[in-house]
């Protein structure tokens, strides 16, 4: 009996090759699915499901790409779907979004409609929708920036993580993580997968768009990484992390066997890069490694010295897929994919704020998770310089985020050096999750407002949406990318797509020069 999928996930493109897998999860005793994808050649593995008695399948798919987009039609377990391949050296169309599900049961009772969203999604993907006389998609990938799910309700459903919580602080911190408990866990986190992705609305766009995926916090739990140390390093913490990092391996990045496809090389996590013709795409894991101030040492013995984001293995690796992409050249645009924004308000001023306000603890969580809290803005200032010393060799540099529930446009500009550079930044979020109270975007508004003086002559602030008035839209929305199909295709349109509101808000990102 199927339990799951298809989920498509984008493999890369390789010698005008679209690869793309399919993820099919079905009960362990049943017979073998078959895939079968005209006459293209299929790869399959398979890998057990932990906590469940469930067989996950991959079936991988290679399309040479021709001097037109064509639509490729495949069938897993008796299933039919199909995806849109991009015309050879063409840029893809995209979409984006994150934060698919709720960090509170009392959330859901907020929303009327949960997959309203992803039902938009499939028609926009499907040329169902018409707007202003112009009809959008198909598309070519699904970008998801974290949160895909949310494991939060784990503390409540497991009866030992209730006991442990029960627990003082000090015995908490040595108390073992049994097997039992890993048990228990790698059932919970297999059950989320199966059960949240097969809601009809979402499993029909996971079975027609190639996702590109990398979580957040709540795929882990709510902060991760962001705890005192002695929380962080504690064996049921780790224990947690350990599994719903398999979880995520399988589900999300559909890691069977071998590598994590699209993985950078020499890094032990999952910061990942694709080139597409004159497009690059790259994706920061910002929760494999992020972890909390100074630690003597860890359980393990290890001597930790500085809060952190990244490693500097990790650096290393992402910087030296940049250098080579600058080597090869031809690149105009780079979206980096930064599941929590480099622009956004600062902790220091909504702390002041919120700190008056009752019940604003949630947000004052996330906030600390943010690249604007002081023990991340030194690796953050080493990112956009970075990032502008792309911009500055003729290429695009567009920050894809999420997290924070709202819509906003950010722009990094320099005019150091003797030339103006400029980072756009695109959140999208959340696809789900419902937006903050109106109390809550009040203040966000007006701190937002606030032009941040990153570095000498580098400045990052919050834009209005065009005829709003408004820096954030404070409504559930998702995100596309679009080639200009007229006007050049080195351009791309963006367009969040707002809960409730007919007409997109809209970004032109237009190349360097």
């Known amino acids: 009996m199927k339990k799951l999928g298809p989920v498509l996930q984008f493999l890369g493109c390789e010698q005008d090759r679209w690869r793309v897998s399919a993820l099919w999860v079905q009960d362990r005793a049943d017979a073998p699915p078959a895939c079968v994808a005209g006459a293209l050649p299929v790869q399959v593995t398979q890998a057990p499901v932990p906590g469940t008695a469930c067989t996950a399948w991959r079936f991988e798919i290679s399309v040479p790409q021709t001097a037109a987009s064509q639509e490729v039609a495949y069938t897993v377990g008796g299933e039919s779907h199909a995806f849109h391949v991009p015309a050879r050296g063409a840029m893809p169309a995209l979409a984006y979004g994150s934060c698919n599900g709720y960090s509170d049961p009392k959330l859901m009772k907020k929303v009327q409609q949960p997959q309203a969203l992803w039902a938009r999604l499939a028609r926009l993907h499907a040329q169902q929708d018409r707007v202003d006389a112009q009809t959008y998609g198909p598309l070519n990938l699904l970008l998801l920036g974290g949160d895909q799910v949310y494991s939060d309700a784990m503390w409540v459903v497991i009866p030992e993580l209730k006991a442990w919580t029960a627990l003082p602080w000090a015995k908490r911190h040595k108390a073992p993580f049994t097997a039992t408990l890993r048990r228990k866990l790698e059932e919970y986190f297999s059950k989320i997968y199966l059960e949240r992705w097969s809601q009809p609305e979402v499993a029909a766009v996971l079975a027609r768009l190639p996702t590109v995926m990398m979580w957040d916090d709540h795929d882990i739990m709510d902060g991760w990484g962001s705890y005192p140390a002695e929380q962080h390093h504690c064996p049921v913490y780790q224990g947690i992390y350990a599994v719903a990092r398999a979880a995520f391996a399988l589900f999300q990045r559909q890691a069977l066997s071998g590598p ?69 050249g031809g690149m105009k645009h780079l979206f980096v994919m930064s599941s929590i924004p480099v622009v956004h308000p600062s902790f220091e001023l909504l702390e002041k704020l919120l700190g008056v306000l009752p019940g604003q603890q949630e947000l004052e969580d996330d906030l600390r998770d943010h690249w604007t809290s002081p023990p991340h803005r030194a690796e953050r200032l080493r990112l956009i310089h970075r990032l502008l010393q792309v911009a500055g060799q003729g290429t695009r540099v567009t920050l894809l985020s999420g997290d924070v529930h709202v819509a906003a446009v950010g722009v990094i500009e320099s005019v150091r ?56 839209i404070g409504a559930r929305n998702f995100l596309t990318l679009q080639p200009d199909a007229t006007g050049g295709a080195d351009r791309y349109w963006a367009n969040w797509w707002v809960e409730g509101e007919p007409h997109p808000y809209t970004k032109v990102v237009h190349p360097v020069g």
Do not use: K
Not at 269 to 277: L, M, P
Not at 282 to 302: V, Y
Not at 445 to 451: M, P
């Open 417 to 472: 050096e003797g030339g103006a550079r400029v980072i756009n930044q695109l959140t999208s979020s959340a696809i789900v999750h419902p937006a903050p109270s109106a109390v809550q975007l009040f203040f966000l508004e007006q701190v937002c407002r606030n032009v941040e003086q990153i570095d000498r002559g580098i400045t990052g602030a919050l834009h209005e949406f065009p005829t709003t008035g408004h820096r954030m």
């Open 260 to 328: 994590v496809p699209g993985t950078l090389a020499d890094q032990a996590h999952f910061n990942s890069a694709w080139r597409i013709g004159s497009l690059g795409l790259l994706m920061l894991d910002m929760r494999s490694e992020r972890r909390p101030r100074r630690l003597a040492s860890t359980p393990a013995g290890e001597v930790l010295h500085a809060e952190q984001v990244l490693s500097p293995q990790s650096w290393s690796a992402v910087y030296q897929w940049l250098a080579a992409q600058e080597a090869t």
